[in-house]
């Protein structure tokens, strides 16, 4: 998944940040009466009323197989539900529209038993043809961006009214999480018997919300599923999806009680935030690892000393704390600790100028070079790194060029390789590590074909381990060899891992139970309001 | 005259708007980055973006696209945004009226703001009450959009909640409501330079040989101002209105933004962004013709109040 585009958002806020900051600050400090009154935790539920959540940007599609965009993902989960989720911290994973399965003992037959009593909302019952139909989508078209979550799929099967059998081309080990995929929820068959393009308008899932309407560019109202599963849920009326792009209206619309929810406020006023009255800023796990990639197609990358130079040259610290003014940590591996196959002993390169001059006068380029790191126009984070990595590599000998291009053009010369030095990041989208490791660690024409994450790298025994723990099933087995892997990529990186960022979010203490998953998603149909 | 002048304008829109069309669809192409690669995201294999670049004709060369759009133009469809993949007309026609109602109301408030001040500034004319006036009429010229609209939020929004903190409200009084204080934004923008060109008039109109000659008849103080002085000083003022107009409608997305407005200055930014070219098109070709009905209407009221003036 990829955060979208707030360029406009980005420049407006790095100029607007500190004045207004400032100024909301002398507004909030009039009604703040000392200690923060949050509404105790285990209040009785209160049942109705809308919740405003304000965001940077829209949604682009209500179809969870046409997404990859944050904004449109989490929105669509609120209203399809897949088989299995993951758990609110990331690590397991629980039943949604199935119960249980079971596997046959070659690994490639699985037996999904579905949840009873599910009704979509327009009260159709929800059936095993509703989720094949649904799965099959996802690889339906080629320009599908999820086509690869079900490339091992072979067949799916309806023995039953509430069984799905699906058989795999090979012992596919990710395919429970892969089945909560939200561009796998469930759907009516053969769209409820519309169109397509009809049925898109005012689509139907078995989630907690339905759609309302929803002004495209603007703001997409749900309101609760009345036919929804789980007994007295949702408690909330309904949730608002509105765009704000700019960093200070949201925050001051928190303010004002016009929205309850801030996504994503601007890493400078989340300080200020923590001790606003009323308002509760939290920063939840995520799987955001921010890196410095290098392209291998470069010869002065294809040299791993070169490569452990420029990692071991970098002031993470530094960086965490002139980018999210100190909220992030410092990253070890390219897995953040969300995630469970994440090795906290992994010796990811970490600041030492010394070894960063040793590894340098081991390599074949002693003297140092020139390169050029590629930095989006608007995107005052990364011009921000850009800076301190072109003043860190300096000592080196290694000097860095900042190439300044806008948003599309960054991504476009990213996703075709065409850089030498890039700033990219991850997060997952299903809690296996196997979409990660096959985008950004797999090279050659791996599984997803990025060629690890578009730096070309290409290490046979990292991608033998990874097509290997695919076909493991004991979660033991695969935990070794995906800490194989992460101790492999920290003596030969692809990728500086420079640090790792949670979620923040700013919302009104009027808001219960909210909490954001690792993978980035929420679940409203637990939010609740106090009057 | 008149008439025939204004439908003479009329028919040349036409080749002016579809020239600006021709204009910013090649510019946009000529700029790196591609919408496939932007809408499928990091999972854009290259099968994905042939797919999708297939499937919406971009695969085709440039000036086939253009004559496409051109042909769907001629049909009455701008076509479908490559993101939203649904009308454009549509989307656009949704957010025209925001846009409308922040340029006609920030001209009006302008408007509102500037003639009492300006009459007050010449007829006091080097007063402290004209070097105050003309004092606060600099300082708003020197403050961004941005900040203002910022601080109007602050000020009446939250300190004294009078007005919706951004948004664009429900209903038409819930609308008024809310177009208030991005109006005023415009509005304090604006009207500086609108005062100013008044001042300057109406000093020249009030020290004229015939408003002299009408003071000597012993016309009141009011209606000399009123019919001789703001009829004469408004042909500038009108100009400048006119003008300040004009480069609005590219600039209201600031204003957009800051007030989370939907109009079509955040969607053209955005589709700037992604490379979603049929929504590019589609609001270049409607600016177009904002601008060139503003001018339109600058010029005829323009000879309406001057009968000198031939068009």
Known sequence: ?531 | MLLRYVGRRLLLMFPVAIGVTLLVFFSIHMVPGSPAYTFLGPHATKTAVAAFNQEWGLNRPVPVQYWFFLDRLFHGDLGESLFYQSSVAQLVLTRLPVTLSLLVGGALLSVVIAIPLAAISAVKSGTIIDQIIRFASTAGLGMPSFWIGTTLIIIFGLVFPLFPVGGYGTGFWGHVDAMFLPCLTIAISISPQLLRSLRTSLIDVLGSDYVAFARAKGTNARTILLKYGFRNAAIAAVSVLGINIGFLVGGTVVIENVFALPGLGQLMITSILDRDFPIVQGITLIFSVVVILTYLATDVTYALLDPRVRL
């Open chain 1, 1 to 531: 998944m990829r955060f979208n585009r707030s360029t406009f958002a980005l420049v407006s806020a790095a100029i607007l940040t500190l004045t207004t900051t400032a100024m909301a600050g002398a507004v909030g400090s009039g009604h703040a009466t000392g200690a923060k009154a949050k509404v105790a935790a285990h209040a009785a539920i209160q049942r109705g009323g809308t919740l405003v959540f304000d965001r940077g940007a829209d949604i682009i599609s209500l179809d969870p197989t046409q997404v990859s965009d944050n904004e449109s993902i989490w929105a669509d989960e609120c209203i399809f539900e897949p088989l299995y989720q993951a758990t609110s911290n990331g690590k397991a994973l629980i039943p949604d529209m199935a119960t249980s399965y079971t596997v046959s003992s070659n690994h490639l037959v699985w037996t999904f038993n579905l949840r009873h009593g599910v009704d979509f909302s327009n009260g159709q019952e929800m059936t095993s043809a509703d989720v094949k139909f649904s799965v099959m989508r996802v690889a339906a078209k080629a320009s599908n961006p999820w086509t690869f979550i079900n490339a091992d799929i072979k067949s799916i099967t309806t023995p039953s009214k509430f069984q799905v059998v699906i058989t795999t081309k090979t012992p596919w080990a990710p395919l429970q999480a892969d089945m909560a995929l939200f561009a796998n929820g469930v759907i009516p068959n053969n769209y409820a018997g519309e169109t397509a393009a009809v049925f898109w308008q005012h689509p139907i899932g078995t989630g907690p919300f339905m759609v309302k309407t929803w002004q495209k560019g603007n703001e997409l109202e749900l309101v609760k599923n009345p036919h929804y599963w789980q007994p007295g849920k949702p408690y909330l009326n309904g949730v608002n999806f509105v765009s704000v792009p700019d960093d200070n209206t949201r925050l001051l619309q928190l303010e004002s009680g016009s929205a309850q929810i801030d996504e994503f406020p601007a890493w400078s006023q989340v300080s200020e935030l923590s001790s606003k009255a009323g308002i509760t800023m939290s920063l939840f796990p995520s799987s955001w690892t921010q890196f410095l990639g290098f392209n291998e197609q470069i010869k002065y990358y294809k040299d791993v000393h070169v490569r452990l130079a420029i990692s071991d040259a970098i002031d993470r610290a530094a960086i965490v704390k002139a980018v999210l003014y100190g909220h992030g940590t410092v990253a070890n591996s390219q897995v953040t600790p969300a995630l469970w196959d994440y090795d906290k002993s992994t010796p990811g390169a970490q600041y030492n100028l010394t070894k960063a001059k040793k590894e340098m006068a081991e390599s074949a380029y002693p003297n140092g070079f020139s390169t050029k790191l590629l930095v989006g126009s608007g995107n005052q984070n990364e011009l921000t790194m850009g800076q301190i990595v072109q003043s860190e590599l300096a000592p080196l000998g290694i000097k860095v060029t900042l190439q300044e291009v806008n948003g599309a053009q960054e991504t476009t010369l990213q996703d075709g390789s065409q850089f030498q030095m890039s700033f990219l990041y991850d997060t997952t989208d299903i809690i296996d590590p196997d979409e990660l490791m096959t985008f950004a660690a797999a090279g050659g024409s791996g599984a997803q074909g990025t060629h690890a994450e578009f730096t070309n790298y290409d290490n046979p025994q990292v991608n033998k381990l990874i097509t290997e723990a695919e076909h493991i099933f004991p979660i033991a087995s695969r935990k070794k060899i995906y800490d194989q892997v992460q101790l492999i990529l920290a003596q030969d990186p692809p990728m500086a891992y420079l640090f790792y960022q949670p979620f923040a979010y700013a919302y009104s203490n009027k808001v219960h139970n909210f909490n954001v998953y690792p993978t980035g998603n929420y679940h409203f149909e637990n939010v609740w309001l106090s009057k």
